[in-house]
């Protein structure tokens, strides 16, 4: 996209641009589409996941590589794409923005050290804070209310990070030298296994009621309906979109029982969208929240069209 109503040192500075990401709950998706809409109101913002992404990152020369972290690294499907894409990433600008519930001290940093060794230019990076998307550890969750100011709070950053990059000036978050040294430290070190590569420990329970949504939604071909029970393969990135979305709160993946389901339009949607997926009445299009499409999709449905069992 060519930028537009934009001031003359941001225009000068770059030509086009999109936002690409990766986004297990929808926070990152969040982030990701405030911060370029910001930039410019005409360029995309398109999940790794699609085709149009690798076509957008070959024509664009400034891209928003976004992801959420986990345990102070990149997901597996990031850390691919990126490197499959290898030859794409020469000479263009890259700013890396992480997304995290706490605390992930190199979070922008990761990326940024992979894609340098594409020859791409590392422009910038940016952390934001959003509410936790593990719904099977109970460790960091929040209320509601809390993680509705979390998002305020989130917010307030991008527009405020949108504002620097405007005149011209990168944020560092993530990228210096310190950064790398805490993420090592505070995470990485003790689990780099879990993060290494794909997951084979998705766990799926009897009350799974073959109604095929984690099938529908996982961005790896994950997960299967045999016998009409769902099944999961051993290429989990442990994004937790199937487990926030599961009606009958079936999966789990590091824990062993569902604590709290937090899709990210859980905390901006006046219902409350956890009880209404329980109840087997609200449904999440194939391709939305997540994928780049749009809101959460209600579609009012009897109990019996999910399970055919109730
Ligand atoms: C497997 C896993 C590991 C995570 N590790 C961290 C972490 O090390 N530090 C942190 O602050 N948040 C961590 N999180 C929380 C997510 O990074 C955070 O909730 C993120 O905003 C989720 O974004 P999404 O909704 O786009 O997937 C982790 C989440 C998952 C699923
Ligand atoms: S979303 Fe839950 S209930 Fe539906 S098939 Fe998957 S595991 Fe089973
Ligand atoms: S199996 Fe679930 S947690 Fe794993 S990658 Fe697929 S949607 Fe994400």
């Not at 794409?81 to 706490?102: E, P, Y």
């Not at 999961?232 to 979109?241: D, E, L, N, Q, V």
Request: aromatic share 8%.
């Amino acid at each position: 996209m060519i930028f537009h109503n934009l001031p003359g040192l941001w225009k000068g500075m770059v030509k086009t641009m999109v936002g690409v990401y990766f986004s297990g709950t929808g926070n990152t998706k969040h982030c990701t589409e405030k911060l370029v809409h910001l930039l410019d109101e005409t360029a995309q913002a398109l999940p790794i996941e699609g085709e149009e992404a690798v076509e957008a990152l070959s024509r664009q020369d400034f891209i928003i590589l976004a992801y959420p972290v986990q345990y102070s690294n990149v997901p597996v499907i990031v850390r691919d794409f990126i490197k499959s894409h290898g030859a794409l990433w020469k000479n263009k600008k890259v700013f890396c923005v992480a997304t995290m519930a706490l605390f992930s001290g190199d979070g922008a940093g990761c990326s940024a050290r992979l894609l340098k060794k594409y020859g791409a230019e590392v422009v910038g990076g940016l952390h934001v804070l959003m509410p936790d998307s593990i719904c099977d550890v109970k460790l960091l969750k929040r209320s509601v209310e809390k993680n509705r100011r979390v998002i305020r709070a989130a917010d307030r950053k991008i527009e405020k990070c949108a504002e620097e990059i405007r005149q011209g000036h990168y944020p560092r978050n993530g990228l210096h030298f310190c950064d790398r040294i805490a993420g090592l430290i505070g995470q990485r070190l003790w689990f780099y296994q879990k993060t290494k590569k794909y997951s084979d420990q998705l766990k799926i329970s009897d009350a799974c009621m073959g109604c095929g949504q984690c099938a529908r939604l996982c961005p790896m071909g994950n997960l299967t309906l045999k016998d009409s029970r769902a099944s999961a393969g051993s290429r989990c990135t442990m994004c937790y979109r199937c487990i926030s979305a599961c009606p009958a709160q079936a999966i789990t993946l590091l824990g062993d029982r569902v604590v709290e389901q937090c899709p990210y339009d859980r905390y901006v949607s006046g219902e409350d969208i956890c009880q209404g997926i329980a109840a087997g009445v609200l449904q999440m299009s194939d391709q939305s929240i997540y994928c780049g499409g749009d809101r959460w999709e209600e579609e009012r449905r009897s109990p019996e069209a999910y399970t055919g069992k109730r």
